[in-house]
Structures are given as structure tokens and as C-alpha cells.
T-cell receptor
Framework: AQSVAQPEDQVNVAEGNPLTVKCTYS??????LFWYVQYPNRGLQFLLK??????LVKGSYGFEAEFNKSQTSFHLKKPSALVSDSALYFC????????????????FGTGTRLLVSP | ETGVTQTPRHLVMGMTNKKSLKCEQH?????MYWYKQSAKKPLELMFV???????ENNSVPSRFSPECPNSSHLFLHLHTLQPEDSALYLC???????????????FGNGTRLTVT
């Protein structure tokens, strides 16, 4: 069965510094990987995905993520953090087990709170 | 505007009440989902409807009853809930079938439910 781990409950970074939010996964076969962001009192918003191709994926709001198959990781990164990036970030994975369901069967991590200080 | 609208945004109900949550999407999707979000826990998939047919029920207690009258609308009927059911309930939609696998989920802003 697939699973996702987000080892940090919270990440603190100063505005202007680079940020990394970690995600590791466990699947059988090739993974489909997603990052979502949740601002206070809002639903989850899609940031980026890895399906196949280049290991470095670029997404919304200047975020990018690097797929590393050997380390089974998909860390979210941004070169220069903004205070407005402060939010809850979720990593999610789908594997080939879910390919015949007819719907998007994702397994989500527990989330990492990003706090960017001025 | 997310394209997926949930009402109400907040709901407080007693354990003997009956209430319903509503979700509506205008994205032309044919799959709709109910998720439960509790603090410090992964999102829990509750129900999935594909083309109005329920295709997933993740061992959800019968006090939660979903309804999908058409591909644009989804309801979650609640009755005799417990305090531990207090959570944020999120609705999502996506394309169905093969198109689903590469597509992100589109979420509404959720209903914050408090059971007293």
C-alpha cells in the first residue's frame, strides 16, 4: 500500500531565504506525486505534480519540487520565501494500485506548517 | 473562487440533530469526493462518486450518508453525530476515468463542523 511521510510538523524560515518542505513516499511501481497548499480557512490548492519526465517540476507561486527515485523523496522548494507563503503544505501520492479505480485515489501526508517570518 | 463551492462554511449541531452539507462544482468534472480533515492527521477519504455512482466508501459510519443527484452536486447528510466527528469536511472534484489519473483534485473551502 502507498504511504507518504512529512517528517516535519513545522518549518520556520526568514523571508528572502530558501525554503524546503520534505516529503518521502512508499509505493509499488512508479509514483504520481502532488503538492497542495492550504491557507487558513480555505481548502487545499494544487501547487504542482510529478507524473513522468524531468525530475525538477515547477509549479505555482514560484515553488518547485525535485523527484528523487533512489531516495523516494519529493521535496518542495522555493529559492526565496515570502511571508505570504506561510500556510499548511500537503504532499500526496498515487501509485499503480489506484490506476483502475476511475478516480483520483491519493494518499496524503499529515501536512507541514510553513512559517515565514519578516 | 475555486470552482467548488461548499455550504455552509460553519455548522454547529447537537448530537441529536440532522443536518446536510452541500457541495457544487462548475468545472465539468464527473468525479466528486468527500474528505474529512482533522488536526495532525492525514486527510481521510470518505466517499467517492463517479458519474453519480458511489464507487468508494472507506468504512464510514452510517451516521454519514452521501447523496449525489447529478455530477455537479454532492451532499453529506448528517444525523446523530458524535463530538469526535467535529472536523473540517472538504469536498473535491476531478475528471473521471482515465483522465483522473494525471489530474489534480479541486477542493472547496470546506465546512467547519462542530458537534456539541
Amino acid at each position: 500500500a502507498q504511504s507518504v511521510a512529512q517528517p516535519e510538523d513545522q518549518v520556520n524560515v526568514a523571508e528572502g531565504n530558501p525554503l524546503t518542505v520534505k516529503c518521502t513516499y512508499s509505493v509499488s511501481g512508479n509514483p504520481y506525486l502532488f503538492w497542495y497548499v492550504q491557507y487558513p480557512n480555505r481548502g487545499l490548492q494544487f501547487l504542482l505534480k510529478y507524473i513522468t519526465g524531468d525530475n525538477l517540476v515547477k509549479g505555482s507561486y514560484g515553488f518547485e519540487a525535485e523527484f528523487n527515485k533512489s531516495q523516494t523523496s519529493f521535496h518542495l522548494k522555493k529559492p526565496s520565501a515570502l511571508v505570504s507563503d506561510s500556510a499548511l503544505y500537503f504532499c500526496a501520492v498515487r501509485d499503480r494500485e489506484g490506476m483502475n479505480t476511475g478516480f483520483q485515489k491519493l494518499v496524503f501526508g499529515t501536512g507541514t506548517r510553513l512559517l515565514v517570518s519578516p | 473562487e475555486t470552482g467548488v463551492t461548499q455550504t455552509p462554511r460553519h455548522l454547529v449541531m447537537g448530537m441529536t440533530n440532522k443536518k446536510s452539507l452541500k457541495c457544487e462544482q462548475h468545472l465539468g468534472h464527473n468525479a466528486m469526493y468527500w474528505y474529512k480533515q482533522s488536526a495532525k492527521k492525514p486527510l481521510e477519504l470518505m466517499f467517492v462518486y463517479n458519474f453519480k455512482e458511489q464507487t468508494e466508501n472507506n468504512s464510514v459510519p452510517s451516521r454519514f450518508s452521501p447523496e449525489c443527484p447529478n455530477s455537479s452536486h454532492l451532499f453529506l447528510h448528517l444525523h446523530t453525530l458524535q463530538p469526535e466527528d467535529s472536523a473540517l469536511y472538504l469536498c473535491a472534484s476531478s475528471p473521471a476515468g482515465q483522465a483522473a489519473y494525471n489530474s489534480p483534485l479541486h477542493f472547496g473551502n470546506g465546512t467547519r463542523l462542530t458537534v456539541t
